[in-house]
């Protein structure tokens, strides 16, 4: 089974500053998608970013971006810029690539709490 | 277009008592999953459908707990006799497909049984 490790529960950043959030996994699976979701407060899960496991080239949209290390199962997100609506709790996840029962479902991490300081 | 809706949002129970959650996917989603997620922790996986089968129950945790989306929209996550430990946020998140990449999350409904 894999498992999704977030070992930062809360971290704090100054507004428009850059902040990583880490993210480790465990996997025998050679393809697979990491993502990184966040909640706000409101509790709605919206994704920010994804990455494929095939892909070398680390996956960026905007102030977000990711430095994934396959070999070391290393999946962690920066934010650029950081503005006070980053503020949310961030949810590392796991999908495999395959097929069949027990292929679909994301595995989550435990999450971080980013607060921004104005 | 509209999004994930779930209903309640809140729901209190009394021990032992039956509760009912409903999921309106995103129209035109085949894929529709249930999640679990506890107070500071992560969502933990609980059911999926294609349409209206229900292709994985694994995350299910006991079998006080039953889903059904019978006609492959509307979903409903029934918990019978509810104990404390049931008390959590549900997720309902849609795609269009098994194989899409992006899973659309509902507001969630909170459960707390008392």
């Known amino acids: 089974a894999q498992t999704v490790t977030q070992s930062q529960p809360e971290m704090s950043v100054q507004e428009a500053e850059t902040v990583t959030l880490s993210c480790t996994y465990d996997t025998s699976e050679s393809d697979y998608y990491l993502f990184w979701y966040k909640q706000p407060p409101s509790r709605q899960m919206i994704l920010v970013i994804r990455?494929?496991?095939?892909?070398?080239q680390n996956a960026t949209e905007n102030r977000f971006s990711v430095n994934f290390q396959k070999a070391a199962k290393s999946f962690s997100l920066k934010i650029s810029d950081s503005q006070l609506g980053d503020a949310a709790m961030y949810f590392c996840a796991y999908r495999s690539a395959s097929s069949g029962a027990g292929s679909y479902q994301l595995t989550f991490g435990k999450g971080t709490k980013l607060s921004v300081i104005p | 277009g509209a999004g994930v809706s779930q209903s309640p949002r809140y729901k209190v129970a009394k021990r032992g008592q039956d509760v009912a959650l409903r999921c309106d996917p995103i129209s035109g989603h085949v894929s529709l999953f249930w999640y679990q997620q506890a107070l500071g922790q992560g969502p933990e996986f609980l059911t999926y459908?294609?349409?209206?089968?229900?292709?994985?129950k694994s995350g299910l945790p006991s079998d006080r707990f039953f889903a059904e989306r019978p006609e492959g929209s509307v979903s409903t996550l029934k918990i019978q006799r509810t104990q404390q430990e049931d008390s959590a946020v549900y997720l309902c998140?849609?795609?269009?497909?098994?194989?899409?990449?992006?899973?659309?999350f509902g507001p969630g409904t909170r459960l707390t049984v008392t």
């Open positions: 990455q494929e496991a095939y892909k070398q």
């Open positions: 998140a849609s795609s269009y497909g098994l194989l899409s990449y992006e899973q659309y």
């Open positions: 459908f294609q349409n209206e089968a229900q292709l994985d």
